[in-house]
């Protein structure tokens, strides 16, 4: 079957595109010893994920209590969730995850850290918590050392819980300000800082520059390398693209700039220097 011949709209995936995407990135963190753990929201497909895994991959990375079901359900053992979750519902779905794969959350807040707490009783497992602080973004995570201590001597003191140490998105250079501190006060404290996991597929090549980095997640890495290219001016390794029907001029115009928002733009923008 040929392109052409899909019914439209349609994403359409070039398979080799991807597979040079995930082992570009999988090298770099090797050469570099830090741990790569992609984020699945791009793809959510879990043999994307089991190939991730196949390559070296330490685990995988969930936004969504959803995605974490399923990728569990589809045999993977190693998920971090990095968004706060709260609520008697999501602990009871986050307790059976716990049951299935071994599970790794994100917490910014006291509520956030007690709706995990409830899950692991739920599940009877043991849930490792990183706690989430800001670079500089100002989207999720506390934004002090001290609030970080504070909820880290929490997890060490509820059962069911494991520090496994800090997360942040994006990686920035004030990422490593705060890790530096963090390692001081947390050492004061009797506590080791055992990951610090850090994101962002805009910046992924130079993870390796922010010291304190253990961990990278990266998602739209898979599908678009154009967002971070090896050298300004390279050619994108685009693996996602889409297939529409074109009714006319007007409309033909219209589905440019549509895509051209939702994704290419997005993409290039990241990506390409303008001219001088």
């Given at each position: 079957?040929r ?15 991807v ?36 390559l070296?991959?330490?685990?995988i ?28 519902g ?22 956030a ?16 918590v ?15 050392v001290?609030?970080?201590l504070?909820?880290a001597?929490?997890v ?13 998105y ?9 890790v ?7 050492a004061?404290?009797?506590l ?7 994101g ?29 290219p ?19 001029a007007?409309s033909?115009?219209c589905?440019?700039?549509?895509w ?12 390409w220097?303008?001219?001088?």
């Amino acid at each position: 079957m040929r392109v052409s011949d899909l019914e439209t709209p349609v994403p359409v995936i070039d398979l080799d595109r991807v597979e040079a995407n995930l082992n570009k990135m999988q090298d770099y963190c090797d050469a570099h010893g830090l741990k790569l753990r992609p984020h699945i929201k791009t793809h959510k497909i879990p043999a994307f994920a089991h190939r991730q895994i196949e390559l070296g991959a330490g685990g995988i990375t969930c936004q969504k209590l959803g995605e974490a079901e399923v990728m569990a359900r589809a045999g993977m053992d190693d998920i971090l969730i990095s968004y706060p979750m709260v609520g008697v519902g999501k602990a009871q779905r986050l307790g059976e995850v716990a049951r299935l794969a071994r599970l790794r959350v994100a917490v910014d807040s006291s509520e956030a850290l007690n709706t995990v707490a409830d899950a692991a009783r739920i599940g009877g497992a043991t849930i490792g918590v990183l706690v989430e602080f800001d670079s500089g973004a100002k989207r999720t995570g506390v934004v002090s050392v001290a609030e970080a201590l504070t909820l880290a001597q929490r997890v060490v003191q509820l059962p069911g819980l494991r520090f496994d140490g800090l997360m942040t998105y994006p990686s920035t250079a004030a990422t490593t300000v705060f890790v530096a501190e963090a390692r001081k006060k947390f050492a004061e404290a009797g506590l080791d800082i055992p990951v610090v996991s850090g994101g962002g597929t805009p910046n992924a090549w130079t993870a390796h520059e922010i010291s304190g980095l253990t961990e990278v997640r990266v998602g739209t890495r898979s599908m678009a390398s154009s967002i971070c290219p090896d050298v300004p001016k390279s050619r994108p390794s685009v693996s996602a693209s889409g297939s529409c029907p074109i009714m006319s001029a007007w409309s033909a115009t219209c589905m440019t700039r549509w895509w051209s928002a939702a994704t290419v733009k997005w993409w290039t923008a990241c990506a390409w220097p303008r001219a001088a």
